[in-house]
């Protein structure tokens, strides 16, 4: 390819062909998340699993997007919700939600009790190959996913052991009774180790994820108090919630005195 002389005196290479500019512009990656979620946060507790969100998408320093709805249900016993770029979880969601419908359509039976759907683990694990895949190519899905279920018998039915498993944007996965992501596995995370039980009612696992949400609020200024749960229990399946706000108390001493009067920046 020659080179020519721009005016200003500087040096630049000629305009590419028709086809180098095609393939040019088809091999574009998304190189940062632009409209980002914050925190997930996950527990098992006795008879399900339980996950809770922010409904909150941020354009870099802005809240843009006060209704973004982060917790998705993939099939009827499979839960899923994600941090981070926003239209890679989009992206995401459409993969499932193909998967699952491929699983209708080649199905013995299109009956709901007859189907063939893929059980949380198994839509973990296939997350875990798509990101790493992805990662691969240099062209990551810039999510952390979380996936919350039941594990399945070997003879195709569902079992009693629930499932609560993330997924990084490299690849990375692991199970847990409790997890949390972005800035929630630094705040919240501890709090739920701190409160956590295995014989976890409904109700007392709702609470905890409740004011760890309530706390993350306060905390992290990407975050916000009307907030999403979601539960999946073997005999109701998944269930989401519509948004709503959390209670917030703003009279704490902490809250109310001037940090200009300490000595310090103003500073936290």
Aim: hydrophobic residues 35%; proline residues 2%; negative net charge.
């Amino acid at each position: 390819m020659s080179l020519s002389l721009q005016a200003g005196g500087t040096s630049s290479r000629g305009t590419p062909s028709a086809s180098t500019a095609q393939a040019m512009a088809g091999n574009q990656a998304t190189t940062r998340p632009i409209t980002t979620g914050t925190s997930v946060l996950g527990i098992k507790y006795r008879g399900g699993v339980m996950l809770a969100a922010d409904t909150l998408c941020s354009y870099g320093n802005m809240a843009k997007y006060k209704n973004a709805k982060r917790l998705l249900s993939v099939n009827s016993n499979t839960l899923v919700g994600a941090s981070g770029e926003y239209s890679d979880l989009q992206s995401i969601s459409d993969l499932l939600k193909a998967n699952a419908l491929a699983d209708r359509c080649t199905a013995d039976s299109l009956y709901e009790e007859d189907n063939n759907e893929e059980c949380a683990k198994e839509v973990w694990s296939y997350l875990r190959a798509v990101m790493y895949n992805r990662r691969n190519k240099m062209n990551p899905l810039w999510n952390d996913v979380v996936v919350a279920g039941f594990k399945q018998n070997t003879d195709g039915t569902t079992s009693d052991t629930p499932f609560l498993g993330v997924v990084d944007k490299i690849g990375t996965a692991y199970e847990d009774d409790i997890l949390a992501t972005g800035f929630g596995g630094y705040i919240a995370l501890p709090l739920m180790r701190e409160k956590y039980r295995a014989d976890m009612e409904e109700g007392e696992a709702r609470a905890l994820l409740e004011d760890c949400l309530r706390i993350l609020f306060y905390r992290d200024c990407r975050a916000l108090n009307r907030v999403q749960i979601a539960k999946v229990t073997k005999e109701g399946g998944v269930l989401v919630s519509d948004p709503y706000e959390l209670d917030t108390f703003w009279d704490y001493e902490g809250f109310k005195q001037n940090k200009g009067s300490l000595g310090t920046d103003g500073g936290w």
